[in-house]
């Protein structure tokens, strides 16, 4: 056993029976991994949105068959709040209460999610939702961060989901103030699937911006990318239903996100 199961093991015995919000990423998955191995009575509990892709509700469900969980799959309802399709600045706080409001419906065990110690340095309005719906997090109480969830999901035999990149919902990558609309998302996605399976990066993102889409990549991938190359993709990508500018441009972490000026 490793240092940093054997410390989450003692926090989830603590917490006793959990209902996991779990999201298809490789944090939620360990979590729900882990817990499901050491505290009996455990839940699983994921939506699903036109913000999140298929794969992450196919891996849920993939994971959920192969390890025994009992999984509940439901939609949250965010698409109906109007305040959270508006976009505002703290968009996520609206998406995570709708969430949990949901869950907590649901089930009377407390509920915990996959934010680790990494989370805590950045703008979360999420974290906010948790703290009113009482959610834990068991991971930062371990005090583990992404690396190592990434060990712990290596030792849980979670295979070549430990190197899982980071994707946020697809509604981080719509530009704060601009609605949220799902046909959008599609089209993100869409994009987003297409750049991967031509390009192989390390990294992609659709951003829509009042300007356009702006395609963000790794910085060896966006290296290697050609005039030529990048006026197919271009194409390729407006065939899908875009009807805007498009544009190639290194990836930055949270680049949609528009913080209002002091």
Not at 218 to 223: F, I, P, Q, T, V
Not at 224 to 232: G, K, T
Request: with cysteine; proline share 6%; charged share 20%.
């Amino acid at each position: 056993m490793t240092p940093d199961f054997l410390t989450l093991a003692d926090t989830l015995n603590a917490l006793g029976p959990i209902a996991i919000a779990v999201s298809g990423g490789i944090d939620s998955l360990t979590l729900a991994t882990a817990a499901h191995r050491i505290a009996p009575g455990v839940t699983m509990h994921h939506a699903v949105s036109p913000a999140v892709p298929a794969e992450a509700t196919a891996r849920t469900r993939a994971e959920a068959a192969r390890q025994g969980w009992a999984l509940d799959v439901f939609d949250a309802g965010e698409f109906s709040d109007p305040a959270y399709r508006e976009n505002p600045v703290n968009r996520c706080f609206f998406c995570k209460t709708n969430l949990y409001g949901a869950i907590a419906s649901r089930t009377r065990l407390t509920i915990a999610s996959g934010t680790n110690t990494d989370d805590l340095g950045e703008y979360r309005p999420g974290l906010d939702a948790a703290a009113n719906h009482n959610v834990r997090h068991p991971f930062v109480e371990a005090g583990i961060g992404k690396a190592g969830i990434r060990r712990l999901a290596a030792h849980l035999g979670l295979g070549t989901l430990a190197d899982l990149p980071s994707s946020p919902c697809l509604a981080s990558r719509i530009e704060t103030g601009i609605r949220i609309e799902a046909p959008v998302l599609g089209m993100v996605h869409q994009a987003e699937s297409l750049v991967a399976s031509a390009l192989q990066p390390k990294t992609v993102r659709c951003r829509v911006r009042r300007a356009g889409f702006v395609i963000e990549l790794d910085e060896a991938s966006l290296s290697r990318l050609s005039p030529s190359e990048a006026e197919r993709l271009a194409g390729q990508i407006t065939a899908l239903g875009v009807a805007r500018r498009i544009s190639f441009a290194a990836y930055r972490t949270g680049s949609a996100f528009l913080q209002p000026r002091a």
